[in-house]
């Protein structure tokens, strides 16, 4: 019963945070382009620290990747690919929205 409950949860997590990503427009978002170029500062430094904090993070997931293989930990190496791919995720943040239209 409780396995049922969780992945009803989990898909109504992601119906909302993509209704969420389709309800908003890029234009919505930066309310019509109107003074962007005074939070320009700003996004290069918390992209900055995305990059930084997702290089950390890969690094230590990849250190946790190869500890697991050494001790036959097969959550290790689950835990270890997951923190290797939001690292990712976190470095190329700036990329991926960009891609997506989203700019800032």
Same mark, same amino acid.
């Given at each position: 019963?409780?396995? !049922? $409950?969780?992945?009803? #949860? ?5 119906? $909302?945070? &993509? ?5 908003? /427009?890029? @234009?919505?978002? #930066?309310?019509?382009? $109107?003074? /962007? ?7 290069? %430094?918390?992209? /900055?620290? %995305?990059?930084?904090?997702?290089? $950390?993070?890969?690094?230590? =997931?990849?250190?946790?990747?190869? &500890?697991?293989?050494? !001790?036959?930990?097969?959550? =290790?190496?689950?835990? =270890?690919?997951?923190?290797? #791919? ?6 190329? @943040?700036?990329?991926? #929205?960009?891609? %997506?239209?989203?700019?800032?």
């Amino acid at each position: 019963m409780l396995d !049922n $409950i969780e992945g009803f #949860l989990v898909k109504h997590q992601i119906a $909302i945070i &993509l209704f969420s990503a389709m309800a908003f /427009t890029p @234009s919505q978002a #930066l309310a019509s382009g $109107i003074g /962007t170029e005074t939070f320009q500062p700003l996004m290069d %430094l918390i992209y /900055t620290v %995305l990059k930084i904090a997702g290089a $950390i993070i890969a690094v230590i =997931g990849f250190a946790k990747l190869l &500890l697991s293989f050494s !001790n036959e930990q097969p959550e =290790g190496r689950y835990s =270890g690919v997951m923190q290797i #791919l939001t690292g990712i995720a976190m470095f190329f @943040s700036d990329q991926i #929205l960009s891609s %997506l239209g989203i700019t800032f």
